[in-house]
């Protein structure tokens, strides 16, 4: 009984393990810590930006503030292969691309 417990024990931290690291790192909820954080002046401020897998793609929202206080949201579907995807709610851009770089860095 010991040893059976053991095995199932092992096996399921073995799945965890494996699941972790299967993860991109990208995805998840970024929160802003505006202390620590740096910016140009007018610049908007991302205050939280969600990344989570849809199909084959990521959507991306973000949810910001305006050069002049006002609250945004916006959102983009994508892949990160540097074609142009639409973005909806961003009265900026119609469109954006993002290019993968490595497990932490994308470019846009």
């Known amino acids: 009984m010991k040893v059976r417990m053991i095995v199932l024990t092992l096996a399921l931290c073995l799945a965890g393990v494996s699941m ?7 995805m998840g909820v970024w ?7 740096e910016f140009s002046p007018g610049a908007p401020k991302n205050t939280t930006v969600v990344y989570e897998a849809e199909g084959d ?3 991306v929202t973000v949810d910001s503030v305006s050069s002049d206080g006002k ?6 579907i994508g892949k990160f292969d540097g074609k142009e995807y639409p973005v909806t709610g961003d009265p900026l851009s119609d469109s954006r691309s993002y290019t993968k770089i490595d497990d932490h860095i994308l470019s846009s």
């Open 20 to 26: 972790g690291f299967a993860q991109d790192a990208f």
């Open 31 to 37: 929160k802003l810590k505006e202390a620590k954080s």
């Open 57 to 59: 793609k990521v959507k």
């Open 71 to 76: 609250p945004t949201h916006y959102e983009w």
